[in-house]
């Protein structure tokens, strides 16, 4: 079955600074990668997501991009902000599964 | 618009006693259904997911069982708790264009 790896498990940066996450996943089936914003105490919810037909995806600071060879996905975060402090989280669901298989997750820290 | 709603937010059970949340979604038919458990300061574990009614896909061998009567119901039990079983309870619902939308969320804490 789908394996989803994420790195890396903590991610600290300054207010400002860019900040990347890492996945990488197991079946070459997988056609659907989101990725997932958790605050504390609270459920995730999307952010960002790619097809496997796209090379990569923007939404004003956050971007997500995929390389099918490589099988890994990336979320990049631009000009970060304090609000953006939460764990992240990766998914893949290899196509017609109807399987979303998380990673482990990131929590990030944007300091003041 | 299509929501999502889980119950209870939180309770805190005995070993050895039984659990039942539950969860329904609106606005939406047949969509695919989803339990899956958090751990304190940890990643989401699928528990169970459901394509139609009746059809229930368990990914993890345990003391948990799940079941959906209705088109947008789906239930989470257990005839039995142990303290391994508290954590993060969260129930999903996915349509035709993939993504997952999560429900808020149930904590348990079995003491």
């Known amino acids: 079955g789908e394996n989803v790896e994420q790195h890396p498990s903590t991610l600290s940066v300054q207010e400002g600074d860019s900040a990347v996450i890492k996945c990488t996943y197991s079946?070459?089936?997988?056609?659907?990668f989101p990725w997932y914003k958790q605050e504390l105490g609270k459920r995730p919810q999307l952010i960002i997501d790619i097809r496997s037909n796209v090379g990569e995806k923007k939404d004003q600071r956050i971007a997500v991009t995929l390389n099918k060879t490589a099988k890994h996905f990336s979320l990049h975060i631009t000009e970060t902000q304090p609000e953006d402090s939460a764990v992240y989280f990766c998914?893949?669901?290899?196509?017609?599964?109807?399987?979303?298989?998380f990673g482990t997750g990131t929590r990030l820290k944007v300091l003041a | 618009s299509q929501t999502i709603h889980q119950w209870p937010a939180t309770l805190v059970q005995p070993v050895g006693s039984p659990l039942s949340l539950e969860c329904t979604v609106e606005g939406t038919s047949n969509p695919n259904l989803y339990w899956y458990r958090q751990a304190a300061g940890r990643g989401l574990q699928l528990l169970f997911y459901?394509?139609?009614?009746?059809?229930i896909s368990s990914e993890v061998p345990q003391n948990l069982s799940a079941s959906r009567p209705q088109d947008r119901q789906f239930i989470l039990s257990s005839k039995k708790l142990l303290l391994s079983d508290s954590g993060f309870y969260l129930c999903a619902w996915a349509g035709s264009g993939n993504t997952i939308y999560f429900g808020e969320g149930s904590w348990l804490t079995v003491v």
């Open positions: 079946d070459s089936a997988s056609n659907y």
């Open positions: 998914a893949a669901e290899p196509k017609g599964t109807y399987k979303y298989i």
């Open positions: 459901s394509v139609g009614i009746g059809q």
